[in-house]
């Protein structure tokens, strides 16, 4: 069982719905609050959900995280998203991990993220799918194993239903295809990865035979430079099709290496030399 399922494990309608049936996904939509919430954010859902995510640890409202969001979403099934941890000079603590929910969705829990070890700063940009009006919160974990919660608000309806942007016999074509690019070249100490997959959510009705798609999606992805993990993600039905990221990372010369698996047990590798070719 991954980090993800036994994270939601406790929320049965929840749990149902990752079998992808489209069934399940009917109902989970006619649940109160589940909806289009309209304009007034509430924190009834995150109360619900909270437990079954973080247990009974407190959530400190204290700024190490920024979250950076759109008000309004252009297309609710690409929001794109940005994390930012900077912790003080003063502050001898560093950032381990970083969690992402989605109040309002079908499956809340987006990704969880494991940092590499000594991370003080560290951005991390992606883009997900967003249900219903809903709070966006980034949870980051400290070294001393405390938790810190950022959120915003963010209006857009019907991405984890939306139909795939690409056609499945292309997508199947090219699964599993990585891109590379590293950004130092234009001050920035970023890169960024993209693995070609459908990331079905379950939720997608295929147009021809009238039938929901399974879900079928990137599960698990682990970043290397040489020897060193930068990071490592369990994800959900919540990521985007064609699942990219975009990373802070100090260039040394070493490579960088990615190793993805998805719900189907098909495994990608690829390393990219240190200057960024693909």
């Known amino acids: 069982m991954t980090f993800l399922e036994k994270r939601a494990g406790s929320c049965p309608s929840r749990r149902r719905f990752l079998g992808g049936t489209g069934l399940v996904a009917l109902m989970l939509l006619a649940i109160p609050g589940w909806a289009e919430a309209g304009d007034t954010p509430s924190e009834a859902s ?3 959900i909270r437990p079954d995510l973080f247990g009974e640890k407190t959530i400190d409202a204290e700024p190490v995280l920024r979250l950076s969001a759109p008000v309004r979403a252009e297309d609710a099934a690409l929001v794109p998203i940005e ?17 992402l929910v989605v109040d309002e969705n079908p499956s809340p829990l987006v990704a969880a993220f494991k940092l590499g070890e000594g991370r003080r700063q560290f951005s991390l940009s992606t883009r997900i799918r967003v249900n219903s009006y809903s709070y966006i919160r980034a949870v980051g974990e400290t070294s001393d194993g405390r938790l810190h919660m950022t959120k915003a608000f963010v209006k857009a309806a019907g991405g984890c239903s939306a139909p795939a942007g690409k056609d499945p016999v292309e ?5 599993g295809k990585m891109r590379f690019r590293d950004f130092s070249g234009t001050g920035s100490k970023e890169a960024q990865i993209q693995i070609r997959h459908p990331n079905y959510s379950g939720m997608q009705m295929d147009q021809v035979t009238r039938l929901y798609t399974p879900a079928w999606f990137v599960q698990t992805l682990a970043v290397t430079q040489g020897q060193r993990p930068i990071f490592s993600m369990e994800g959900g039905i919540s990521l985007s ?30 390393a990219f030399p240190a200057d960024g070719g693909s």
């Not at 490579?255 to 590798?269: C, M, Q, R």
Request: without cysteine; charged residues 35%.
């Open 83 to 99: 994390v930012h941890v900077d912790l003080p000079a003063d502050d001898s603590r560093t950032i381990r991990a970083i969690t």
């Open 241 to 270: 099709e064609d699942p990219t990221f975009r990373f802070s990372y100090d260039k040394d010369g070493q490579p960088i290496s990615v190793d993805a698996k998805d719900t189907e047990g098909n495994e990608f590798k690829r």
């Open 46 to 48: 995150w109360e619900s």
């Open 171 to 175: 997508a199947k074509a090219n699964l």
